[in-house]
């Protein structure tokens, strides 16, 4: 996502013929930050009906006038979809693949027309098997070309795919089915979730753990793919089973046409050393839970928030550069 600001700085005001008194730094922001969120109640249920006036937001603790307010299903969808096809995943991919193709024929069966789906998949390397399409017909062929073999690069794939949905229009959602447990990346956690913040994307980690024990998995990948979800304004699902993995797809779905578009121009937020700004979403009702994501990048005393090293995608399986 790349910004332009105007910067305030305000003058020095003369004070009482004793010197010069300086204001603080401020930021005024011409460009819309937009947030996803998603509200459920003490129960866990989602709620959709809420209006501008049940939320407030906060920019780096600074109250903000929201501009933009609206149902997240009047605007067009954009997925990244992230198949795990490491050495680890080979025995579940079957179930996988098919629960997958599934979710993709009631996304694309139904909702906006413009809606777009992008099929990756990712073992020591990251390969775009198919770029934004509606056309079902043609992510399922690749579906069936799926096999499990080598490492596993989940930083880099997330990263990658967020690259892809940087200058997509509308919503922007990554759902990665995965293990967790990343072995061959050049990239970080911290990277994978700067640049799905600085596309506007939200994360749905789908986990697979065929271990159950916690002895016997990958407990920190797991941990990752929470933080990611929890930054990111997403979800992690946890799952042990076919029918397991149909009900989140179809849990993920309902969510995607839950959700609220949150949008405010940035006003008197003060600026700091870091270029990540703190965002906080909270609903006036103290029975609703809002998930979204926790910041944005933008400006810092005397520089600008940049998106970082770019890497493209190969349509082929050669190996990035490194």
């Known amino acids: 996502m790349f910004r332009w600001w105007v910067e305030a700085w305000l003058a020095a005001v003369l004070c009482g013929g004793a010197g010069f008194a300086q204001t603080p730094t401020i930021r005024v922001n011409v460009n819309l930050v937009h947030i996803t969120a998603t509200v ?64 993709l024929r009631a996304l694309l069966a139904e909702g906006n027309p413009d809606d777009a789906v992008a099929l990756f998949a990712f073992n020591y390397d990251v390969t775009l098997l198919q770029d934004f399409t509606r056309n079902y017909a043609s992510l399922e062929r690749q579906f069936k070309l799926l096999h499990g073999e080598g490492g596993s690069s989940v930083y880099d794939a997330i990263f990658l795919a967020a690259h892809q949905l940087e200058a997509r229009e509308g919503r922007k959602v990554i759902v990665m089915v995965t293990d967790g447990g990343d072995t061959t990346s050049s990239r970080t956690l911290k990277d994978a979730v700067k640049a799905a913040q600085l596309a506007d994307a939200v994360v749905y980690p789908v986990v697979v753990m065929p271990i159950t024990n916690d002895a016997g998995r990958n407990i920190g990948g797991e941990n990752a793919m929470t933080l990611m979800a929890e930054w990111t304004g997403g979800r992690t699902f946890r799952q042990t089973s076919g029918d397991q993995l149909d009900r989140t797809f179809a849990d993920i779905i309902l969510e995607l046409r839950t959700q609220y578009l949150i949008g405010f121009y940035p006003h008197n937020v003060p600026l700091t050393k870091d270029p990540f700004h703190k965002l906080e979403v909270r609903a006036r009702s103290s029975e609703l839970r809002v998930s979204a994501r926790n910041g944005y990048y933008g400006d810092s005393e005397g520089n600008t928030g940049s998106a970082g090293d770019r890497v493209t995608v190969s349509p082929d399986r050669q190996r990035k550069n490194r």
């Open 40 to 103: 459920k109640n003490r129960s866990g249920e989602l709620v959709g009906t809420l209006r501008k006036e049940d939320f407030d937001v906060f920019d780096n603790g600074v109250r903000q006038e929201i501009s933009i307010f609206q149902h997240r299903t009047e605007q067009p969808l954009s997925i990244a979809l992230i198949m795990d096809t490491s050495g680890s995943t080979g025995k579940e991919m079957k179930w996988e693949t098919g629960a997958a193709a599934n979710f």
